[in-house]
């Protein structure tokens, strides 16, 4: 017998996890490329060493996370917090004439991104305070940007630039949680949609190792027939016939008990004429009978010329019930017709229920 393949289970586990630490690395590793001529524009664009300092810093941090490779969340959370110190260093260095609102921004994106909503609100919150505090130390006089030629601003302009960082924030913060409530539904459909073909899949399987189960029982009981016939084509005693058909009979289908039934010359009786179990034999022995129509499904059979089936012998009231045979569990009585007139019953027994269909 051939074994078919086993169809490879359907996988509806949808590895997010996995995604977010691969699209991370991607992330960083382009960020170090370009960080490479950032570092180097951003150090030949200053004399100050603590700005220079701060470039290779950062750049060093970044590398160092790409090679170490550390936690989803230590990688993502140090990689947000670049932008942050690099909006710091910025907005110290020129006030607002410098990039530190873009740095900023890209400190919320990334947040939101790559940790979630609350971190992004986070992220807008220290933000505004960087920029408040900025601002108000500088218009006030208490700190003085880095590089001399940065000017001034007034407090007018660094209130703007707060309010609009936290318009474009909050459009930013909007527009990305819209994006990752849009990637849950869609997983959640694909995984409604793999759970149903996965369904579908066990059902067809199902189905097809019954039908298996069924077309190999019926060739088994096709082969079983056809060797019971060519056994017994080939005995011409009676007895020796009867005797050795229930037994092949009993073998190749496995049942419990097969017995043939002979009607006698009045009609009235089927008597039992071979046996293939021990208590079989000793009703044989005590000459077993029964009436035609009158008792038993066999009786019953004997009269009505049609087969019947007992599949649960204990809920059929028409079986009766011998104390040889305490292991019948399903019976299958079968008329034995010659010329349109039946000469006796075939009688199958089974230890099992539902045994005969």
Same mark, same amino acid.
Not at 15 to 43: E, T, Y
Not at 80 to 106: C, E, H, K, Q, V
Not at 154 to 164: A, M, Q
Not at 251 to 263: M, P, S, T, V
């Given at each position: 017998?051939?074994?078919?393949?086993?169809?490879?289970?359907?996988?509806?586990?949808?590895?997010?996890?996995?995604?977010?630490?691969?699209?991370?690395?991607?992330?960083?590793?382009?960020?170090?490329?370009?960080?490479?001529?950032?570092?180097?524009?951003?150090?030949?664009?200053?004399?100050?060493?603590?700005?220079?300092?701060?470039?290779?810093?950062?750049?060093?941090?970044?590398?160092?996370?790409?090679?170490?490779?550390?936690?989803? @969340?230590?990688?993502? #959370?140090? *990689? &947000?917090? +670049?932008?942050?110190?690099? $909006?710091? /260093?910025?907005?110290? !260095?020129?006030?607002?004439?410098?990039?530190?609102?873009?740095?900023?921004?890209?400190?919320?994106?990334?947040?939101?991104?790559?940790?979630?909503?609350?971190?992004?609100?986070?992220?807008?919150?220290?933000?505004?305070?960087?920029?408040?505090?900025?601002?108000? @130390?500088?218009?006030? #006089?208490? *700190? &003085?940007? +880095?590089?001399?030629?940065? $000017?001034? /601003?007034?407090?007018? !302009?660094?209130?703007?630039?707060?309010?609009?960082?936290?318009?474009?924030?909050?459009?930013?913060?909007?527009?990305?949680?819209?994006?990752?409530?849009?990637?849950?539904?869609?997983?959640?459909?694909?995984?409604?949609?793999?759970?149903?073909?996965?369904?579908?899949?066990?059902?067809?399987?199902?189905?097809?190792?019954?039908?298996?189960?069924?077309?190999?029982?019926?060739?088994?009981?096709?082969?079983?027939?056809?060797?019971?016939?060519?056994?017994?084509?080939?005995?011409?005693?009676?007895?020796?016939?009867?005797?050795?058909?229930?037994?092949?009979?009993?073998?190749?289908?496995?049942?419990?008990?097969?017995?043939?039934?002979?009607?006698?010359?009045?009609?009235?009786?089927?008597?039992?004429?071979?046996?293939?179990?021990?208590?079989?034999?000793?009703?044989?022995?005590?000459?077993?009978?029964?009436?035609?129509?009158?008792?038993?499904?066999?009786?019953?059979?004997?009269?009505?010329?049609?087969?019947?089936?007992?599949?649960?012998?204990?809920?059929?009231?028409?079986?009766?019930?011998?104390?040889?045979?305490?292991?019948?569990?399903?019976?299958?009585?079968?008329?034995?017709?010659?010329?349109?007139?039946?000469?006796?019953?075939?009688?199958?027994?089974?230890?099992?229920?539902?045994?005969?269909?």
């Amino acid at each position: 017998m051939t074994h078919s393949t086993p169809t490879p289970p359907l996988n509806n586990n949808f590895a997010r996890d996995d995604w977010r630490d691969q699209f991370l690395q991607r992330i960083l590793i382009i960020a170090a490329v370009l960080g490479v001529f950032a570092v180097i524009a951003g150090a030949l664009a200053t004399d100050i060493l603590l700005l220079q300092g701060i470039y290779i810093g950062v750049f060093i941090t970044l590398v160092a996370i790409i090679v170490l490779r550390p936690t989803y @969340l230590v990688r993502a #959370g140090i *990689f &947000t917090i +670049l932008p942050l110190i690099l $909006g710091i /260093s910025s907005m110290a !260095n020129a006030g607002l004439r410098g990039d530190s609102l873009f740095f900023l921004l890209a400190y919320v994106t990334f947040s939101a991104l790559l940790i979630g909503p609350r971190s992004g609100l986070l992220a807008i919150g220290l933000s505004e305070v960087v920029i408040i505090v900025t601002g108000f @130390l500088i218009v006030n #006089g208490y *700190f &003085t940007p +880095l590089d001399p030629f940065a $000017g001034t /601003s007034t407090l007018e !302009n660094w209130i703007t630039d707060s309010v609009l960082h936290l318009l474009v924030s909050l459009v930013v913060l909007a527009g990305l949680r819209m994006l990752q409530d849009g990637f849950k539904r869609a997983q959640a459909q694909n995984k409604t949609m793999v759970d149903a073909l996965r369904e579908s899949q066990l059902e067809l399987e199902n189905r097809v190792i019954e039908r298996t189960k069924e077309l190999t029982r019926k060739t088994d009981q096709l082969n079983a027939s056809t060797f019971v016939a060519h056994q017994t084509a080939e005995i011409q005693e009676l007895d020796k016939l009867l005797s050795s058909t229930v037994n092949l009979i009993a073998k190749q289908f496995e049942l419990y008990h097969a017995g043939i039934y002979i009607i006698n010359e009045r009609g009235d009786y089927v008597i039992l004429q071979a046996a293939s179990s021990e208590g079989g034999k000793n009703m044989l022995k005590k000459g077993h009978r029964l009436g035609v129509g009158v008792q038993g499904i066999i009786g019953l059979v004997a009269a009505e010329k049609r087969p019947r089936i007992a599949s649960d012998v204990q809920d059929d009231a028409a079986v009766l019930k011998f104390p040889e045979l305490p292991k019948t569990r399903s019976e299958l009585a079968l008329p034995l017709i010659v010329r349109n007139k039946v000469i006796g019953v075939l009688d199958l027994q089974s230890s099992e229920e539902q045994a005969f269909q």
